[in-house]
Structure formats: structure tokens, C-alpha cells
């Protein structure tokens, strides 16, 4: 399964880089699933914990998703059970890139480490389905925003709910990583608090413009302590090159 997967990483980069107009994928998708209640409950209980801990990891999944909610929708209405078992969900994702300035940082001290953007793929012209806007999400790590009742209906049964997450568009080249050497795991950690500090300013607007105060305090001090974190580890780098002098 991992040799599988890591294969359709090399598929989607190549595409990517072949393909300047699928590259640096951002927007709004959605997917549409049905689950029991049990399970539906999973996801509003992610609400509950400290926002550091709601997010749903995905490593080697890939999804398949839509820039079209009505496709989301269809993909319900399909597999919806008469007997009311399983509930609608339409998942919002919002599909960000990497903040440029902190891209231009990490590419700015580690210039052999190459970050691409096959975490989500626009291959509308290559998808058999070509109605469905589809949009392939690679290995998604997605932030959970919020959970609440759609004001449409969509005709079926039930309000559907809306799980809304964002999720970073950026994913560093493993040989490209591993030619690091000693500097590969400062850069690994590096490259992830930058990943997070874009999520974290994505979520702390999004509180901000929707009246999440608590959410929105809590987002403000976890940005913090990410951005202190960043400016140790680059300190680090500073302190180590001088050793070289």
C-alpha cells in the first residue's frame, strides 16, 4: 500500500511540474459522505478539545473532492439508507498555500529542498469523471474549524451538516529532504511549524470574521507560541553555521 501510494506521489508531482495550471491548487472543495450518528458525533467532540488537538490526519489517504457542492450532494443523495442509519455530512475544506514570505524563508536556507503542492491536485482534464471538478487530496492534514447545520436542504431527508476545516497546500520532496543531511530534521521541524503558523493565522481570520472569541484567543496564543518556536529553531541554524566559520 505505502509503495502504491508513493508511486501516485511521484505521478502527481510530475503532473504538477509539467503542468503550471494544476500547480499551487487553492480554493474551496467539498466532499460529501454519510456516516452513523455515533460516528457524526466523533467529529463535533474534536470541538471540545484544545484547538491543537482537532484535526483529522489522514497520511496516506487519498481523497477525492469537488470544487462543485452539488456534486458533494449527489454523492449523499447516492448512499443515503432508508432506514435514516447513516446521516449526511458535507465537508468544506478550505485549501490554502504555504505563506509566501515563510516559503521564501525556508527555500532562502535550505536551497536544495524542493516543496511542492501535491497535497491537493486539480486533474479535472485527467479525471474520468470530468463533470466532477475533481479535485485529489493527497495525505490531507486538515484543521477542524467548525460543525454546524446547513440552511439548505438540498432536498434531502435531513439538514445536512457542514464539517469545516483548512487545510496547507505544501509537501517537501523526500530525496530532495534526505540530500539535507545533518540539516534534514531542523528542517523537517521547520517546514512544519511554518505549515502550522499558516493554518493557525487561516483559522485565527476565520474566528475573527465568523465571532468565535474563545476560539479566536486560543488560535492568538497558539500562533505565538509557533512563531517563538520558529525564531529558536532558526537561531539554531545561525548558531550551527557559525561552527563552520
Do not use: W
Not at 474520468?128 to 438540498?154: A, D, H, N
Not at 509537501?171 to 540530500?179: C, G, L, P
Amino acid at each position: 500500500m505505502v509503495f502504491l501510494i508513493e508511486l501516485l506521489n511521484i505521478d502527481l508531482f510530475n503532473y504538477c511540474m509539467s503542468q503550471p495550471k494544476v500547480n499551487n491548487f487553492q480554493g474551496i472543495v467539498f466532499r460529501g459522505i454519510v456516516l452513523p450518528e455515533e460516528d457524526l458525533k466523533a467529529f463535533k467532540n474534536l470541538l471540545k478539545l484544545p484547538i491543537s488537538d482537532r484535526y483529522i490526519a489522514v497520511p496516506l489517504g487519498i481523497l477525492s473532492s469537488s470544487e462543485n457542492k452539488t456534486i458533494a450532494v449527489e454523492f449523499i443523495k447516492g448512499h443515503l439508507k432508508p432506514d435514516n442509519s447513516v446521516k449526511p455530512l458535507i465537508c468544506k475544506i478550505h485549501v490554502i498555500q504555504l505563506k509566501p514570505s515563510l516559503l521564501e524563508k525556508y527555500k532562502k536556507k535550505f536551497p536544495t529542498s524542493v516543496v511542492s503542492t501535491i497535497c491537493a491536485v486539480d486533474i479535472k482534464d485527467i479525471s474520468f469523471y470530468k463533470r466532477e471538478s475533481e479535485i485529489l487530496l493527497r495525505g490531507p492534514f486538515f484543521q477542524v474549524l467548525r460543525v454546524y447545520f446547513s440552511k439548505e436542504k438540498y432536498n434531502l431527508k435531513f439538514y445536512p451538516e457542514i464539517l469545516e476545516m483548512v487545510m496547507v497546500n505544501a509537501n517537501r520532496d523526500h530525496i530532495s529532504t534526505m540530500q539535507l543531511g545533518d540539516q534534514s530534521d531542523i528542517a523537517r521541524r521547520i517546514f512544519g511549524i511554518m505549515v502550522a503558523v499558516t493554518r493557525i493565522e487561516f483559522a485565527l481570520q476565520f474566528c475573527k470574521e465568523n465571532k468565535m472569541k474563545v476560539d479566536e484567543r486560543a488560535y492568538s496564543a497558539l500562533l505565538q507560541e509557533k512563531e517563538n518556536s520558529m525564531i529558536c529553531y532558526v537561531d539554531i541554524i545561525l548558531h550551527n553555521l557559525a561552527l563552520y566559520v
